[in-house]
């Protein structure tokens, strides 16, 4: 047998062992697609398994991220630090090889996959960052920042509007060294691929800007080296490559859905591995298949790093300070200094905070020179465009201002393909009424601990004439509820500095802004430490402790407000600003309870927006100023009245919880 024929027989023994062995997984794909990726691997792609973060090596996303045993087995031959014991530890807790691909917990995986349709804009969020870095840093004779972007895809991905959204945008970009593989073997979880999809995949994305090659049989692999290599020439134009493949090839059930979720079993697995010519014991790898990832990806990749790394010394010595620049933005060194800029931010300074958040971007583009900011169609509502610099465009690679066009969800999943890319922060957001859009992607970045920034407008029922559709309710709690995420919405112009300065320097958590329309006034006791633990006193109480005020954004001005009003009748509070649930719950007990002390059971939340969740800080004995239906149209100050939301109302509120 060729040595290439006995490693990909190995390759899809191992998929069936390992399947077999957890009693669980995808065989399908595994087995229809190993030619292709064995193919990619040994013949095509860079990267160095002792160096799996080495910044120039080619990225590799398993969009359909079910057939991780596939990835497992080729990182295992790859020489990566996944054993043969891993493999037999597949999907089993504790074990390094989760049932879809972790980029944080297995080493070797570039990008968490699972949910379809975020793989591709996760490549092509990687491509967007190779040519902005590439044409940022590259000099004559000095490529330093050139690899490509692989992705593995199947029917399901084209199916779901996400993967559109991005293969949209990168065909428009131009994003030439995206090269995507598309698994087509006409089959998903329910049945044919006929019952539910007949367009013509071809010309769709050859419409929007892609080369589009068609391999016929999926076991040919000259013919899929020649589609990849074809695929690497094509500068200009994204290159997806249809592999015409068998699901489950060599197993009884080979081309219909039952192989595609379920372990084929001992007889039928010996079967298919008969099939191929291979008739070993389980979880057997011939020294031949060893020695053939040796001699190829593992050998070329050693040459290839070592190459670079000798290119990027006589860089740092040509360009010290572009080396040192690019050095720090690949470790994640990104800092914001606030000081000069909050001394313009008196107390009675009044501005909506999203416009003192246009003026952070500046800030942040000016001290951090591979700062990215963007968003889905609405920079001069959301105030997100970084002045003098160009958008990153076929024209200009380098500019700084990314135009996702109306794609919230594709925004944000590319966000977390150029993160994921490292060398850039980026920045991008919408209204928040639209985070709805891009939840499933923000939860990707939740999980793979992505330090992207989100600052979101348009904040409330304030948003006034255009009603309940743009009016956000129920979004500030959905945000809140995901794990690892920080949501951060100020009250005035020093609290959005000190949100933005949280938000740069965050290195392993995404932020989410809260911004509003409407203006804010910027109070006397606001500052950075206190929105750095999530909630702190800007309204302390004069002789006696009543009861507690605590609210966020725009409210803290009410709050404030209110609590001058409640003075004069002798009723004495303290208002809390709370612009960060998640950072509040991290603080010790102590401090805790000296911002909320147990003792004062009187207590108010003030948000303009769905209750759940304030339970927590106002206990049974308080209550919450809240929204518990949809918007109105109408000028917001009317709304906001016929809400509530009034000095008069919270004086009432604090009357009856006394």
């Not at 998929?15 to 077999?20: A, E, K, L, V």
């Not at 990008?111 to 902005?132: C, R, T, V």
């Not at 759940?612 to 239906?629: A, E």
Request: hydrophobic share 40%; with cysteine.
């Amino acid at each position: 047998m060729e040595t290439s024929n006995l490693s990909i027989a190995a390759i899809r023994a191992l998929g069936i062992d390992t399947i077999n062995k957890a009693n669980s997984g995808h065989p399908g794909m595994v087995l229809g697609s190993a030619p292709a990726v064995y193919t990619l691997f040994t013949k095509e792609m860079n990267f160095y398994h002792k160096q799996a973060k080495w910044f120039n090596r080619d990225r590799f996303v398993l969009a359909s991220g079910h057939a991780s045993a596939l990835l497992y087995t080729m990182l295992h031959l790859s020489g990566y630090q996944i054993s043969m014991d891993d493999l037999k530890n597949f999907r089993q807790w504790g074990s390094t090889t989760p049932g879809h691909p972790e980029c944080n917990l297995t080493d070797g995986v570039d990008a968490s996959s699972g949910p379809l349709g975020q793989g591709i804009p996760m490549a092509a969020g990687m491509a967007l960052a190779e040519k902005f870095l590439a044409a940022k840093y590259n000099r004559d004779g000095y490529d330093i920042v050139d690899h490509y972007t692989f992705a593995l895809c199947g029917d399901g991905d084209m199916q779901e509007g996400v993967t559109y959204e991005a293969a949209s945008l990168a065909g428009h970009l131009s994003l030439g060294k995206l090269i995507v593989l598309y698994d087509a073997n006409q089959v998903t979880l329910d049945g044919p691929l006929s019952m539910s999809f007949s367009e013509d995949v071809k010309k769709r994305y050859e419409a929007i800007g892609w080369q589009v090659i068609n391999v016929k049989d999926g076991n040919n692999i000259n013919d899929i080296q020649k589609a990849i290599r074809k695929g690497k020439k094509e500068l200009y134009k994204p290159t997806l490559i249809i592999v015409n493949t068998v699901i489950g090839y060599g197993s009884s059930n080979q081309g219909t859905n039952k192989v595609h979720g379920s372990p084929l079993g001992k007889e039928d697995g010996r079967n298919a591995k008969l099939s191929y010519g291979f008739d070993h014991e389980e979880f057997y790898v011939p020294e031949e298949v060893y020695d053939d990832f040796a001699n190829s990806c593992i050998k070329r990749g050693k040459n290839r790093y070592n190459k670079w790394q000798r290119l990027f010394k006589n860089y740092e010595k040509e360009f010290p300070e572009l080396a040192q620049e690019l050095k720090d933005a690949i470790d994640g060194k990104y800092s914001l200094d606030i000081e000069e800029i909050i001394q313009n931010y008196k107390p009675g300074f009044n501005d909506a905070t999203r416009n003192t958040s246009l003026q952070l971007i500046q800030e942040a583009a000016k001290q951090n020179p591979t700062f990215m900011s963007g968003t889905a169609d609405l920079a001069c509502s959301t105030k997100t465009e970084i002045a003098n610099e160009n958008a990153f465009s076929v024209e200009n690679y380098d500019g700084r201002n990314l135009v996702f066009g109306i794609r919230e969800f594709a925004m944000v999943a590319m966000m977390n393909g150029i993160t994921l890319h490292t060398g850039i922060k980026v920045s991008a957001g919408g209204f928040l009424v639209f985070s709805d859009y891009f939840k499933a992607a923000l939860r990707m970045s939740c999980l793979m601990e992505l330090p992207i920034i989100i600052p979101l407008s348009h904040d409330s029922i304030a948003v006034g004439e255009d009603g309940p559709t743009h009016q956000p309710i129920e979004q500030l709690v959905m945000l809140r509820s995901l794990p690892n995420i920080r949501v951060l919405r100020p009250a005035d112009a020093i609290e959005t500095a000190a949100a933005w300065k949280l938000a740069i320097e965050s290195t392993n958590k995404p932020t989410a802004l809260i911004l509003t329309r409407q203006n804010v006034t910027t109070m006397e006791n606001t500052s950075y430490e206190g929105v750095s633990r999530g909630a702190y006193i800007v309204g302390k109480e004069v002789d006696h402790l009543d009861a507690i005020i605590i609210a966020t954004g725009s409210e803290v001005n009410l709050a404030m407000k209110a609590k001058a009003a409640l003075l004069e009748e002798n009723i004495d509070v303290r208002v809390v600003s709370m612009p960060s649930m998640e950072l509040f719950e991290e603080q010790d007990k102590a401090y805790k309870e000296s911002i909320l002390p147990n003792d004062v059971r009187a207590r108010l939340a003030i948000e303009m927006a769905s209750d759940f969740g304030w339970h927590k800080y106002v206990g049974l004995d308080g209550k919450t100023m809240s929204v518990s239906k949809f918007g109105a149209s109408a000028p917001a100050n009317v709304v906001i009245e016929n809400y509530g939301f009034t000095v008069e109302n919270v004086i009432k509120n604090i009357k009856e919880i006394l």
